[in-house]
């Protein structure tokens, strides 16, 4: 048996993969079995930020991975403690929970959330709005926190307590937040799953402005918008509001897992021994790659992400087949005239990885792919979607 037919014998059949096995890769190019090289404009979904194998990251994971790779969070440890001092300086938050995915980050930020409020409120104020058309993971209480109703349809009974509003309607905020004792208000800046949308900056402010007045604690998901994605370190920072919660994953170690959420001044303390863990949470080799990542991410790697991303846009307008660009930074979203997974298929037969979310051709390539090959790759997305 081959490849893709031991898988389909071995492992769970939850994903549709694409009919390509990639072996090896060398920055925005990966290559297959077979030998052929793509542009990759996916990055893993937002994970491997500066590209694959790339010698910077490569030898800072190595470097740890020589020292010590794994020890219990019982004893301190170095690389988790560094990647805690630059969130926090960069981001002004007070303290990080480290975790190995999004979902974990988003759970304990819920965690965060209703502790907060029933430490001050009351055990009654644990309602958690988040908006329709949102994702948030796949644990069965962040699945719960996901707007999307299809989602759910196997898993009942869901985690209680969560509400969806509509997206961009402060008002439904203000009425849920009268009829549900709420503890906190979730949003991703730029819904990714959702279509790659992002959310008026407006509405936003006054969402954090609401949170701020109520004492609800505002918990921003960067999971795949974070780490320089949309052209700031988190794409709050677009925004101008300071999130209670932000939780983040995917790109932050660059291709290693790795979660982290980042309480601010309000809630810094209200985690206490014994209230939440995680065995690889803050693991070394993962963090020595977060660290490395992180660096990197400066004003000039962001200054990078937005020329890029402005000349993506600049690509894709008024282009025959495209009837709407969105999103922002390096997390753009295609509304295609021909069905999106058409246009996909089709890029990759003519060497270009692209993701879709919903019916949108979705496109995250690594924070520093080469423009050459940037603008190779829009040729070939802007001839497919025609
Ligand atoms: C906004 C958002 N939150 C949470 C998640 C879940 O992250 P993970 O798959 O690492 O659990 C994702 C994954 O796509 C995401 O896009």
Redesign the pocket.
């Not at 995915?101 to 974990?104: D, L, N």
């Not at 994702?135 to 796949?138: E, V, Y």
């Given at each position: 048996m081959n490849i893709q037919e031991q898988d389909k014998e071995y492992i769970a059949g939850t994903y549709n993969r694409f009919p390509i096995v990639i072996v090896s890769g060398h920055g925005s190019i990966v290559t297959d079995i077979d030998g052929k090289d793509y542009i990759d404009m996916t990055s893993g979904?937002a994970v491997n930020s500066f590209g694959v194998s790339d010698e910077i990251w490569r030898s800072a994971v190595y470097e740890q991975l020589c020292k010590v790779q794994h020890m219990s969070n019982l004893y301190y440890t170095e690389p988790c403690v560094k990647v805690a001092k630059i969130l926090c300086e960069r981001t002004g938050m007070k303290r990080v929970f480290f975790s190995n995915?999004?979902?974990?980050a988003?759970e304990c930020a819920i965690k965060v959330a209703r502790k907060y409020a029933a430490d001050t409120k009351g055990p009654d104020y644990y309602t958690i709005i988040t908006l329709r058309n949102s994702?948030?993971?796949?644990t069965l209480t962040?699945l719960s926190a996901t707007g999307q109703v299809h989602y759910h349809e196997l898993f009942r009974p869901l985690t209680p307590g969560f509400v969806h509003a509509e997206a961009d309607n402060f008002s439904e905020i203000e009425s849920y937040a009268k009829i549900h004792k709420t503890a906190a208000i979730m949003i991703?800046c730029v819904q990714?799953?959702g279509g790659v949308i992002a959310l008026n900056p407006d509405y936003v402010k006054k969402v954090a402005d609401f949170a701020k007045d109520n004492d609800i604690i505002l918990i921003v998901?960067e999971?795949?918008?974070g780490n320089g994605r949309s052209g700031m370190l988190y794409s709050y920072m677009n925004y101008d509001i300071q999130p209670d919660v932000v939780s983040t994953?995917?790109g932050l170690a660059g291709g290693l897992p790795f979660?982290a959420t980042l309480m601010g001044d309000k809630v810094k303390d209200t985690l206490k021994p014994g209230d939440h863990g995680s065995t690889f949470g803050g693991n070394p080799v993962a963090a020595a790659g977060a660290v490395s990542i992180l660096e990197r991410i400066d004003e000039k790697l962001l200054s990078g992400v937005r020329v890029k991303s402005k000349f993506l846009f600049d690509a894709f307008a008024n282009s025959q087949g495209i009837e709407q660009v969105s999103g922002m930074g390096l997390m753009i979203g295609l509304k295609t005239s021909k069905p999106a997974k058409d246009v996909v298929n089709e890029c990759m037969k003519n060497g270009v990885l692209c993701l879709t979310a919903k019916d949108r051709v979705r496109l995250l390539p690594a924070l520093n792919i080469p423009d050459d090959l940037l603008a190779r790759a829009a040729d070939v997305i802007k001839t497919c979607c025609k």
């Open positions: 979904i995915s999004g979902a974990e988003n994702f948030h993971g796949r962040t991703e990714g799953e998901d999971v795949q918008t994953a995917k979660g």
